[in-house]
């Protein structure tokens, strides 16, 4: 058995096979590093996309809840104090807790938004 693997290794047949092996595993290493940098641009464009939205959305939360909190409010001064300090989360548990009377007209100016905003479509 190992005289046979020596009289492979060692035929004329040998050399130009194992040179030919070797540039069709360059040339498919070639294509998949090109093919790896191609999904890693898309994946990165998708990320910057996604990044973007993901900061446009918490704006647009962050302004509704600012809104309806601007309601009023049967202890304003209390509830300034204690949203000056609060984190975003705990002001809208807050919120959800109470259901102040400015939620429902921020739940009703958001209908109308989508209305007006279904009818320029």
């Not at 975003?88 to 959800?96: D, K, V």
């Not at 100016?109 to 209305?115: T, Y």
Request: charged residues 20%.
């Amino acid at each position: 058995m190992f005289r046979s693997a020596m009289r492979a290794f060692l035929s004329p047949v040998a050399g130009p096979v194992g040179f030919a092996l070797a540039l069709a595993m360059c040339g498919l290493l070639v294509v998949t590093v090109l093919a790896a940098q191609r999904n890693e641009r898309a994946l990165q464009a998708r990320i910057t996309t996604l990044m973007a939205e993901n900061l446009r959305n918490g704006i647009v939360l962050h302004a509704r809840l600012a809104a309806c909190e601007s309601g009023p409010a049967a202890d304003e001064a209390a509830a300034r104090t204690s949203s000056a300090n609060a984190t975003p989360e705990e002001r809208a548990q807050r919120l959800t807790g109470k259901e102040p009377v400015g939620f429902d007209v921020c739940a009703r100016m958001e209908s109308a938004d989508r209305a007006v905003l279904e009818s320029l479509k």
